[in-house]
């Protein structure tokens, strides 16, 4: 299915569910939501060494993984949609590289979820993030926190500046 089909089923989710609705809705871009993303996805950033730190990177992983993912919400609000759906959220992000809005690449956004395209390399961020959520494994091997905490701050850091352009 293509990025453009992806966007119009999720608007069409959007249309329906009211205030709680599943998809994504067009909307006027709003900065001030956007900064409050931001500054959630600054929050879980922070979070991902207190909860190494006092023996919980487990949720470390989920930490990566949405800080990350306010960072894209951020990008979705500035480009003016409301976003209630992971897999619309990437469609949108998606299709502003296509356009090539952003400076983050397809092959980097699919480090962070890559339920659509199978780029053939380690877990993703999702992968990782579902793996140490719904199994029962409590701790991250150190050279994984570190290069997990990596690759988060590099894409953390790629997706600010496509914000603060």
């Avoid at 992983?61 to 897999?87: D, P, T």
């Avoid at 809005?101 to 993030?129: F, P, Q």
Wanted: aromatic letters at 10%; hydrophobic letters at 35%.
């Amino acid at each position: 299915m293509s990025v453009h089909e992806k966007i119009s089923k999720c608007i069409q989710s959007g249309e329906k569910g009211g205030e709680r609705h599943k998809g994504l809705r067009k909307i006027a871009p709003d900065i001030k939501k956007a900064a409050s993303h931001v500054q959630k996805a600054i929050h879980n950033f922070q979070a991902i060494t207190i909860f190494k730190e006092r023996g919980y990177s487990d949720w470390s992983v989920s930490a990566g993984f949405y800080a990350l993912y306010h960072l894209l919400l951020a990008i979705v609000i500035k480009e003016g949609y409301e976003s209630r759906n992971q897999r619309c959220t990437f469609a949108v992000i998606e299709k502003m590289i296509e356009e090539k809005k952003l400076s983050i690449t397809l092959e980097e956004l699919k480090e962070i979820d890559d339920t659509d395209i199978d780029l053939g390399h380690s877990e993703t961020m999702l992968d990782l993030r579902e793996r140490y959520q719904y199994l029962t494994k409590t701790q991250m091997e150190e050279q994984e926190f570190n290069i997990f905490k990596t690759r988060v701050k590099y894409l953390f850091d790629k997706l600010r500046n496509d914000i603060e352009r």
